[in-house]
């Protein structure tokens, strides 16, 4: 039987300095590839893994992502989309604690600029097999990471977790599976960054391991990349041209909800 996988929170809300010279106007998450907006290609990653609901914790340019796909019916995928909106700037951690009172006891968390095809039964079994408050999916590090390294003991435990290192070894995915749990561990009230002042202090803290490798779009040369790979891939089931934008259409993104899966 297929590992039953929680809601994913997918944070969206990051200001992308770094891109915005590429994708002038634009907030990271709708930075066009393939002809679609990057969004989608997770809202499709998560939908095939089984995901039923995402909440988006969005901020700048939000109203754009909103605009864009609203419930996420336009996309032509069964899953529901649900937001959690940034007046300012609040950090990985801070949005986190933002959305706490809509988000269940264990969820899947991931950046809203990292893409891979990696399957997430086998990251949430471990994380349940843990029984820990956060599993964090690594892989290799490659030329095309643009994220954080951590270093792994053993037994798959992680005993440091460093923001973009040179000739790092092990990559931060960008990939988090979750208890609300760990949100005790996070400032209130005021941004706040999970890699750089919540990991560090989370012991034990536990690596899912894999050989699948991903995309992070944060710099102008990574988001080439992931032109180039997703063009030589391919396989967008339903492109841009056919899928219908919420654009115009009548949506509350004020209404309150609990997303559940």
């Known amino acids: 039987m297929a590992t039953k996988l929680p809601p994913a929170v997918v944070l969206a809300g990051g200001l992308g300095t770094r891109l915005r010279t590429t994708v002038p106007g634009l907030p990271k998450a709708l930075a066009p590839i393939a002809n679609e907006p990057f969004l ?19 901020g700048y340019k939000g109203e754009q992502i909103f605009r864009k796909l609203g419930t996420g019916a336009g996309l032509g995928l069964s899953l529901k989309l649900h937001y959690s909106w940034e007046t300012f700037p609040l950090g990985t951690g801070g949005a986190l604690m933002q959305a706490a009172p809509v988000l269940p006891e264990e969820f899947l968390v991931i950046n809203g600029d990292t893409y891979t095809e990696m399957g997430l039964g086998p990251l949430w079994q471990a994380h349940q097999n843990n029984d820990g408050l956060v599993t964090i999916a690594v892989t290799k590090a490659w030329a095309h990471n643009a994220t954080g390294s951590v270093e792994l003991a053993n037994d798959g435990r992680i005993t440091s977790f460093n923001e973009k290192q040179p000739n790092p070894t092990w990559a931060n995915m960008g990939i988090y599976a979750m208890s609300k749990k760990l949100l005790d561990h996070m ?64 949506n509350d993104r004020s209404q309150s909800c609990t997303i559940a899966d």
Request: hydrophobic fraction near 35%; charge should be positive; aromatic fraction near 10%.
């Open 40 to 58: 989608a290609h997770q809202l499709r990653w998560l939908e095939a893994n089984g995901i039923k609901s995402v909440l988006l914790c969005v």
């Open 187 to 250: 400032p209130a009230h005021r941004p706040c960054s999970l890699e750089k002042e919540v990991f560090p202090h989370i012991q034990p803290m536990h690596a899912f391991i894999t050989d699948s490798p991903f995309i992070d779009i944060g710099t102008p040369e990574s988001y080439a990349y992931a032109q180039s790979y997703f063009a030589s891939r391919n396989k967008s089931k339903t492109p841009v041209s056919k899928w219908k934008s919420t654009e115009g259409e009548k």
